[in-house]
């Protein structure tokens, strides 16, 4: 399994982004999905998930209402919606992927492949 994170860059607090995460392999709907984020010198932080169908979605506090995430299975693809961006959402963005269900959602532990990251920079 292959996974290409893009859509990063540069946006002023206040606007707006849109990551896309290409998924290559097996079947994509077979995965749960998620995203996650890691500021220098921070631990890595859960972002968002989404069951296979996307008929569930899971969210911290610090991005939820701002931030969200969907799935097109059709197209292999996964998707972060960004809005209302904030200086402390700035960080190298991750798409994972799991083959099963137990454990958090927002446990980077249980996701079993990764993307390489896409840099996402909020300026005040």
């Known amino acids: 399994v292959q996974l290409q994170a893009s859509g990063g860059g540069l946006v002023q607090a206040g606007g707006s982004l849109r990551l896309s995460c290409a998924v290559s392999?097996?079947?994509?709907?077979?995965?749960?999905m998620g995203w996650f984020r890691q500021a220098p010198g921070k631990e890595r932080e859960f972002v968002a998930a989404i069951t296979w169908s996307g008929g569930s979605t899971y969210y911290p506090d610090s991005v939820k209402g701002r931030f969200t995430i969907s799935r097109d299975n059709a197209e292999n693809t996964l998707y972060l919606q960004m809005n209302s961006l904030k200086t402390e959402d700035t960080a190298v963005y991750y798409c994972a992927a799991r083959d099963s269900d137990r454990g958090p959602a927002g446990d980077s532990q249980v996701y079993d492949y990764w993307g390489q990251g896409t840099q996402v920079t909020v300026s005040s």
């Open positions: 392999g097996r079947a994509f709907s077979s995965y749960i």
